[in-house]
């Protein structure tokens, strides 16, 4: 059964799950995409608990995890969940990063490479500034207004089924976004602030190289941003092996959770057995 934790940083709390599996060989890290809370794991967390140590956090700011300073970057987030992991005794961690998770793996991965046993991306992107033009990284830098001036209805409306294509996805969407109701300045501040620091951690132009076995996983419907292109690059510059979901937009996980789950698994099992698709050696 997951038990539910707290974590003291110096900008908050951290509200996370975990269960515990004695003869694990990994843990599996789950990081929800931006906005959205630890329910969006519900259907991975319920496949793989008792088959591997697992955990899926709030992030900083969202949720439970909230009222938060948010004057942290993308490696902080990084570090305090190196710091989690540590405390706990959660060992080689495969993570499993959906959107803004994503990213957080590639930051760890940057400051934890001998720690990393695996990654999955799940509709996330790159995180080299090579991929992106300047003019995406002065949106991201810009995206607080946008998201304060549009009618919360509106917001909501897109939200949902921006990212989802399935019944399931799109209330569960709903339901995450639901927290905000008449927040809508904190909506909006929390969304910009993780696009900027999402723009920070690209302008600083690091290697973010992945140095274990890694997957990429993009639906076939995901119309979030620009990611169907920036997955296409991601494959054909590291040859990371990428996976199609098809008819699965941007929380693929939710339109699709049999195909991911059991990808997910395949995955773990080659980062246990140490095989598995690696960046081109060129392009560490």
């Not at 496949?47 to 899926?56: H, L």
């Amino acid at each position: 059964m997951l038990q539910q934790r707290e974590y003291q940083t110096c900008c908050g709390v951290i509200h996370y799950w975990l269960s515990k599996k004695m003869d694990s060989e990994v843990t599996l890290v789950f990081l929800p995409g931006l906005t959205a809370d630890h329910h969006l794991f519900d259907k991975q967390m319920a496949y793989f608990e008792g088959k591997y140590s697992v955990f899926v956090w709030d992030a900083p700011g969202h949720a439970s995890s909230f009222p938060f300073d948010l004057t942290f970057n993308l490696f902080d987030k990084a570090k305090w969940l190196d710091e989690i992991l540590n405390a706990e005794g959660m060992e080689n961690p495969v993570i499993i990063g959906q959107s803004m998770g994503g990213y957080v793996g590639q930051a760890y991965a940057q400051l934890f490479p001998e720690k990393l046993k695996g990654f999955v991306s799940i509709d996330s992107a790159p995180l080299q500034r090579r991929y992106v033009t300047a003019a995406e990284i002065w949106l991201l830098k810009r995206m607080e207004p946008v998201y304060r001036h549009y009618p919360w209805k509106w917001l909501l409306q897109s939200g949902t089924k921006g990212v989802a294509v399935s019944a399931y996805g799109r209330k569960l969407m709903h339901d995450m976004m639901e927290e905000y109701e008449g927040q809508q300045e904190r909506y909006a501040k929390l969304a910009g602030h993780g696009f900027r620091i999402l723009a920070e951690a690209m302008e600083r132009d690091l290697p973010y190289r992945i140095p274990c076995p890694a997957l990429l996983l993009c639906g076939t419907k995901d119309h979030a941003g620009s990611c169907i292109r920036y997955n296409k690059a991601w494959h054909k510059h590291t040859g990371i092996r990428l996976e199609w979901i098809k008819n699965a937009g941007h929380n693929s996980n939710t339109d699709a959770p049999e195909m991911v789950n059991s990808l997910i698994e395949q995955h773990v099992i080659k980062c246990v057995s140490g095989v598995g698709t690696r960046e081109k050696e060129e392009y560490r």
